[in-house]
């Protein structure tokens, strides 16, 4: 909409007409420039967060005392390439069942925001959640729906908040996208907790034990010698007695979305057992049969 200076006149001298333009008030003669209707209405958008509880349905593990802080990035279309300012919503517990608990939370959105183009997420928990999606309603073009199937630590143990992008990369989103991959990719440095999800990649150099025993000592796979597929980065100490091999751990470090869940846990572990017995069985019964 055009705007219409309107311009309100007296006397004045000759010589302040010379510099008289509009905005400007030498003498008298000033120009003010109103809007109408410069201000933005907003409305009320609801996201709806639904969350996969552990195994057997030991929600108390979790925690689930506090709500989820849910924080929605909604961004400027590709037109304007700029980041809009973030809106933060409070989510809380409204639903649970046996295998999911939703969460929801209402953002109060400006008319001109523009797109949903990334969540952020901050779990208050001491423990992890599994986040299966996040439904956004109330929008002008409708419900969206983010698919997020991925862990969230607890802030208590990393900070930074759990950041969901789509699969494209509008100028909008590109400083939250060189941010990620800044993530995911590690600096190479320090030990790998299991809550994280870098994918950094390392030689083989825990094949053998050299500090339990100089035969169990193994060559390096991975490297220029030996050039087979490498491994996931864990940064363990390296061993005292070979300073090539890295020391052993019960624990195998997996970037968090890529480790088993609970379910193929005991599935792995109940078919492991099965195997075992099965093969036990028929060496028992020839030993009673002997007897």
């Known amino acids: 909409m055009m705007l219409k200076p309107q311009v309100h006149s007296s006397p004045v001298k000759a010589d302040d007409r010379k510099a008289a333009r509009p905005g400007f008030a030498p003498g008298n003669i000033r120009a003010i420039v109103t809007a109408a209707e410069n201000a933005t ?11 996969t509880p ?35 919503g409070y989510a809380h517990k409204t639903e649970q069942k046996e295998n999911e608990v939703k969460y929801e939370c209402e953002f109060k959105v400006r008319d001109d925001f523009g797109e949903v183009g990334a969540v952020l997420v901050e779990n208050e928990h001491h423990k992890e959640m599994f986040l299966r999606d996040i439904v956004v309603n109330g929008l002008p073009d409708g419900p969206v729906t983010i698919s997020c199937s991925s862990w969230v630590c607890s802030k208590f143990d990393d900070p930074k908040k759990r950041l969901y992008l789509p699969s494209d990369t509008p100028d909008g989103l590109r400083r939250l996208r060189e941010e990620e991959l800044k ?5 190479g440095q320090g030990e790998r907790k299991t809550y994280e999800r870098i994918y950094d990649y390392d030689v083989y150099n825990d094949v053998g034990d050299p500090d339990s025993s100089s035969d169990k000592k193994r060559p390096v796979l991975g490297g220029k010698k030996f050039p ?3 491994r996931c980065r864990t940064g363990r100490p390296l061993c005292k007695t070979d300073p090539e091999s890295e020391s052993k751990s019960l624990n195998i470090y997996v970037p968090r979305d890529e480790a088993f869940s609970e379910v193929k846990n005991l599935t792995f572990s109940a078919k492991t057992v099965y195997s075992v017995l099965h093969a036990l069985v028929p060496s028992l019964e020839r030993q009673f049969l002997l007897v």
């Open 228 to 230: 087979y597929p490498r």
């Open 183 to 187: 993530v995911l990719r590690g600096n």
């Open 41 to 51: 209405t907003t409305s009320t958008v609801k996201a709806v967060v639904t969350v």
């Open 54 to 88: 552990p195994t057997g349905g030991a929600l108390y593990e979790l925690g689930i005392n506090r709500g989820l802080d849910l924080i929605a990035l909604l961004f400027s279309t590709e037109a304007t390439g700029l980041e809009k300012p973030t809106i933060k």
